[in-house]
């Protein structure tokens, strides 16, 4: 499967942004899908993800109730709604996808889109 995230900007802090990750080449339904991030000078970690139907969620305790995934699995796209964002949340937004809704919260995820910048201003 190919991923492909897109959506970030820069956007004050308190403010919202979508991101979207539209996948391509592959039974989309049969992949778990997550969102991590990685800041300057940091390592990437995990935000969120999704599983395959969209039923069961997860998140890391620094972006629950502010951030919400969800999937369209007929349109092939994995969204992730950020609210009330903070400085902190500034980074580059990456999709990943894997058969393992274990393995796609870690960084062994098999599949990877390409990263979206998301500035949060303060």
């Known amino acids: 499967v190919q991923l492909q995230a897109f959506g970030g900007g820069l956007v004050q802090a308190g403010g919202s942004l979508r991101l979207s990750c539209a996948a391509s080449?592959?039974?989309?339904?049969?992949?778990?899908v997550g969102w991590f991030r990685q800041a300057p000078g940091m390592e990437r970690e995990f935000v969120a993800a999704?599983?395959?139907?969209?039923?069961?969620?997860y998140y890391a305790d620094s972006v629950k109730g502010r951030f919400t995934i969800s999937r369209d699995n007929v349109k092939n796209m994995v969204y992730l709604q950020m609210n009330d964002l903070k400085s902190d949340d500034t980074a580059v937004y990456y999709c990943?996808?894997?058969?393992?809704?274990?393995?796609?919260?870690?960084?062994?995820?098999?599949?990877w889109g390409q990263g979206t910048k998301v500035t949060v201003s303060s």
């Open positions: 990943a996808a894997d058969s393992s809704c274990t393995r796609v919260r870690t960084t062994a995820a098999d599949y």
């Open positions: 080449r592959g039974t989309f339904s049969s992949y778990c």
């Open positions: 999704v599983s395959w139907g969209g039923r069961t969620t």
